[in-house]
């Protein structure tokens, strides 16, 4: 049987699937604990980091994307994902994640330089507690990996969770 992408982002990413999505767990959700300004604040962070990175590979993946655009992408998935309004969805459709990064060198190596840039932004964002910082880190490690795991499909056809049990599974949100 094939690994699910779920348990694949959990072996390369070292984040238990029950720590990734800690971030459905809380009593308060994340936006309503954090408010609309701190994801606006730590997209920019971390988009201002990618856009200054030294290493040209990894600017050149986001090449094609203008900043602000990203910025807004960014916030408006991360809003969504943790409590918030569906603002990206109502401006850009569904998610789907791996399709969205599917034309990209989407690789561990980017991967782990992505969450280079995600730790650091996070560290230096003052308007997010220690609490929400490391439930946030655990989701974006586990779901850089998720994305890695999915673009290296080889089937395009095969739906990522056909796999994941139950109608309650952590794929429901991508």
Known sequence: MMQSLQQKASEWSGVQIADAFAIDKDQTNLFQKLGLQAFINLSTNFYNRVYDDE??????IF?????EKAIQNQYEFFIQRMGGPPLYSQRRGHPALIARHRPF?????AAERWIHHMQQ?????????????????????????FVVAGVELKDKNQHPCKDAPGKDHACKNF
Not at 55 to 60: A, L
Not at 63 to 67: D, G, I, R
């Open 55 to 60: 290493e040209e590979w990894f600017r050149s």
């Open 63 to 67: 090449a094609n994307s203008e900043k």
């Open 105 to 109: 060198r989407v690789t561990h190596e």
């Open 121 to 145: 932004a996070l560290d230096t964002t003052s308007d997010i507690d220690d609490d929400s910082k490391i439930k946030m880190m655990n989701f974006f490690r586990h779901t850089a990996y």
